[in-house]
């Protein structure tokens, strides 16, 4: 090997960090929009808890969720007692939440304060 072919070795593993920078930058620019997609995708899931719950819902429907607990079937549910709302719920997660709040068996998705389903469970006062 001649010196002159040692000093261009010698260039080019100089040159490895800035081009190991110029990669990174590259792989950032190049996540970015990935990043981006991920930040909105966060944003949606975060929506899609704060949506009411379907009354259409498989799960509700099978849980007899209503969004009108004075329309219970009694008959059909005999643990609901009048007067058992989600609102009093343990599972309605945000008790200051006056007309729809988030229901933790339903994905934090919003059932309707006077609501009801079979999973009732009452808050301790
Ligand atoms: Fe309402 Fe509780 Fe049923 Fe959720 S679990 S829908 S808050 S009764």
Known sequence: ????????????AADLPSTGRRKL??????????LSLLGTNQQAIAQDAAEKLPITD????????????????????????????????LLYTDPSAEE?????????RLVAANGWCV???KRPA
Request: hydrophobic residues 40%.
């Open 58 to 89: 498989p799960v509700a429907n099978a849980l007899g969720y209503v969004e009108d607990a004075t329309t219970v079937d009694a008959a059909k549910y005999p643990a609901f007692k009048q007067g058992d709302i989600c609102k009093d719920c």
């Open 1 to 12: 090997m001649s010196v002159k072919d040692d000093s261009k070795v010698n260039v080019e």
């Open 100 to 108: 729809w709040g988030p229901c933790s068996l339903f994905q934090n």
């Open 25 to 34: 930058i590259k792989m950032m620019l190049a996540a970015g929009p990935t």
């Open 119 to 121: 999973s009732f469970a």
